[in-house]
């Protein structure tokens, strides 16, 4: 016979020859020959050293555990004294009873959805966080949500938590806020077979997400390509010539030709407009010899017009002095005026009339 002494928070398991017998708790016990005890703590979860099965045959031993049984499709989140403690994945676990409080709260882990259960900020916990996926949309986005190849639901903006399991999730966003498409540089050739290189922009938004990102790919791209190819309708259904004079038109035509195919891309064409047309060199260089030739005959346009209106107003004053003795008189004084600034002195010889000597001097022989 052996004494043994079984502390507080302690359990023993009797053992004879290998062979399960029985419990024994708190207090002193007395071991017959060739029985063993097995001491284990109850703050700890047990590990069995035998079969676990055989020991649950034990009525009063199976009374004092929990056992937790969890499927490959689940996983148990553990609680002590109503802390978060750890995770359990497929397997069997068991835990002693009454020293510490214990809870499991058991997860379908083939749901990719996190029950409200589970309180939101254990999603950061070490132990926890490498369990979960975490996906960001910012406030300006929308995202739509693809399980297994397959849309779920349209996310809007906020942080989303889901199980990592076999399961695929796909986030795909678009940018709702009012985005720009540059077409730099494109060159094109007009119907006179001109080239010329044109910088366009349009400015648009996302309508529909869905549409945009389920039903297109690359819708972005398809934009461009639409845009592009209305820009080279246009283009080349006009001369030079009648490109330049109406290039003002040319972002309300395309802005026109690109709504409805943009709406079936899922957006919004909102804007678009012609940043520059510019000629090649040897174009440029022949556009400017043609506008400098077109001012140089408007100036001399102006200029016949000036000497014309010039010669009429001669012509005007010369009947009015031809009927006028006094007006003659007074444009002979204008003349001997202008004279006299510019000649330092005049000589009058003889003792004729000043003014008929001059007159004789500058009249015209008729």
């Given at each position: 016979m052996k004494l043994v002494r079984i502390h507080a928070g302690i359990v023993g398991l009797v053992f004879k020859n290998g062979d399960y017998v029985r419990v024994i708790t708190q207090g002193k016990h007395w071991l017959r020959f060739n029985e063993s005890v097995m001491t284990h703590s109850l703050a700890s979860a047990f590990n069995a050293p035998k079969a676990l099965e055989i020991l649950l045959e034990d009525e009063a031993l199976a009374n004092m555990l929990t056992v937790v049984n969890i499927q490959d499709n689940e996983i148990v989140l553990v609680y002590v004294n109503n802390n978060f403690k750890q995770v359990l994945t497929a397997g069997r676990y068991t835990y002693w009873n009454g020293l510490v409080d214990y809870k499991f709260i058991t997860v379908d882990f083939s749901d990719i959805n996190i029950p409200e259960t589970i309180d939101k900020a254990l999603y950061n916990n070490a132990t926890l966080r490498q369990y979960i996926r975490v996906f960001e949309v910012a406030a300006y986005e929308k995202a739509i949500m693809i399980v297994n190849d397959k849309y779920v639901e349209t996310l809007e903006h906020g942080t989303y938590h889901f199980w990592?399991?076999?399961?695929?999730?796909?986030?795909?966003?678009?940018?709702?806020?009012?985005?720009?498409?540059?077409?730099?540089?494109?060159?094109?050739?007009?119907?006179?077979?001109?080239?010329?290189?044109?910088?366009f922009y349009a400015q648009y938004k996302v309508a529909s997400i869905e549409t945009a990102l389920m039903h297109n790919k690359d819708y972005e791209k398809q934009l461009y390509i639409t845009l592009q190819l209305a820009l080279r309708a246009f283009v080349g259904a006009y001369t030079l010539d009648e490109l330049l004079e109406q290039k003002e038109t040319i972002a309300s035509a395309v802005l026109q030709d690109v709504k409805t195919q943009a709406n079936k891309l899922g957006v919004h064409v909102l804007h678009a407009g012609v940043r520059d047309v510019i000629l090649p060199g040897d174009m440029k260089d022949i556009m400017n010899q043609v506008l400098i030739a077109h001012k140089k005959a408007q100036a001399n346009v102006v200029t016949r017009r000036e000497e014309t209106a010039s010669t009429r107003s001669l012509l005007n004053i010369a009947k009015l002095m031809e009927d006028n003795d006094m007006l003659f008189k007074l444009k002979e004084m204008e003349y001997v005026e202008k004279i006299a600034d510019k000649i330092g002195e005049i000589t009058v010889a003889g003792n004729g009339n000043v003014i008929e000597q001059l007159k004789d001097i500058f009249s015209v022989n008729k």
């Amino acid at each position: 016979m052996k004494l043994v002494r079984i502390h507080a928070g302690i359990v023993g398991l009797v053992f004879k020859n290998g062979d399960y017998v029985r419990v024994i708790t708190q207090g002193k016990h007395w071991l017959r020959f060739n029985e063993s005890v097995m001491t284990h703590s109850l703050a700890s979860a047990f590990n069995a050293p035998k079969a676990l099965e055989i020991l649950l045959e034990d009525e009063a031993l199976a009374n004092m555990l929990t056992v937790v049984n969890i499927q490959d499709n689940e996983i148990v989140l553990v609680y002590v004294n109503n802390n978060f403690k750890q995770v359990l994945t497929a397997g069997r676990y068991t835990y002693w009873n009454g020293l510490v409080d214990y809870k499991f709260i058991t997860v379908d882990f083939s749901d990719i959805n996190i029950p409200e259960t589970i309180d939101k900020a254990l999603y950061n916990n070490a132990t926890l966080r490498q369990y979960i996926r975490v996906f960001e949309v910012a406030a300006y986005e929308k995202a739509i949500m693809i399980v297994n190849d397959k849309y779920v639901e349209t996310l809007e903006h906020g942080t989303y938590h889901f199980w990592r399991n076999d399961k695929t999730i796909k986030i795909a966003k678009a940018d709702l806020r009012q985005l720009q498409l540059e077409i730099a540089g494109q060159e094109l050739l007009t119907k006179d077979k001109a080239t010329v290189r044109i910088n366009f922009y349009a400015q648009y938004k996302v309508a529909s997400i869905e549409t945009a990102l389920m039903h297109n790919k690359d819708y972005e791209k398809q934009l461009y390509i639409t845009l592009q190819l209305a820009l080279r309708a246009f283009v080349g259904a006009y001369t030079l010539d009648e490109l330049l004079e109406q290039k003002e038109t040319i972002a309300s035509a395309v802005l026109q030709d690109v709504k409805t195919q943009a709406n079936k891309l899922g957006v919004h064409v909102l804007h678009a407009g012609v940043r520059d047309v510019i000629l090649p060199g040897d174009m440029k260089d022949i556009m400017n010899q043609v506008l400098i030739a077109h001012k140089k005959a408007q100036a001399n346009v102006v200029t016949r017009r000036e000497e014309t209106a010039s010669t009429r107003s001669l012509l005007n004053i010369a009947k009015l002095m031809e009927d006028n003795d006094m007006l003659f008189k007074l444009k002979e004084m204008e003349y001997v005026e202008k004279i006299a600034d510019k000649i330092g002195e005049i000589t009058v010889a003889g003792n004729g009339n000043v003014i008929e000597q001059l007159k004789d001097i500058f009249s015209v022989n008729k």
